[in-house]
C-alpha cells in the first residue's frame, strides 16, 4: 500500500490534494501536515513513499524541508506544490 504525505500550512490546499489522491489511490494511506516540524515527524515515522510539500511555509522554506527529508530518507519522491506562480521556478531549486 502506498503511503502519501501532503504538508502545507493551508488547511484547503490539503483537502483539495486529498481530494485529488483519494479518487487517484483509494486504498492508500494519505498524513497530512501543517507544518515543517510536523512533515518531518511524519516521514520519521512512517514509510512514506510520496511528499507534496508546499514550496512556502512559515519560518522553513518547504524547499529546505524536502532538502532535509532526502537526507533522512534519500530514495522519498518529492513533489513542491504551491498555488503561486511566482514560487513556481524557486522549486525548480530542489532538483539541483
Known amino acids: ?5 501532503i504538508a ?4 484547503h490546499a490539503i483537502k483539495d ?5 483519494d ?3 483509494p486504498e492508500a494511506e494519505i498524513y497530512e501536515a501543517l507544518s515543517v516540524d ?3 515527524e511524519t516521514v520519521k515515522e512512517h514509510a ?3 511528499a507534496f510539500l508546499d514550496v512556502k511555509f512559515p519560518g522553513e522554506s518547504g524547499i529546505a524541508l524536502a532538502h532535509r527529508l532526502r ?3 534519500p530514495r522519498l519522491n518529492v513533489i513542491m506544490v504551491t498555488a503561486y506562480p511566482q514560487y513556481a521556478v524557486e522549486s ?3 532538483l539541483a
Open 8 to 11: 502545507d500550512d493551508e488547511a
Open 17 to 21: 490534494l486529498r481530494s485529488i489522491l
Open 38 to 40: 510536523e512533515a518531518y
Open 92 to 94: 525548480y531549486s530542489f
Open 23 to 25: 479518487k487517484i489511490s
Open 71 to 73: 537526507k533522512l530518507r
Open 48 to 50: 512514506i513513499d510520496v
Open 1 to 5: 500500500m502506498k503511503e502519501y504525505l
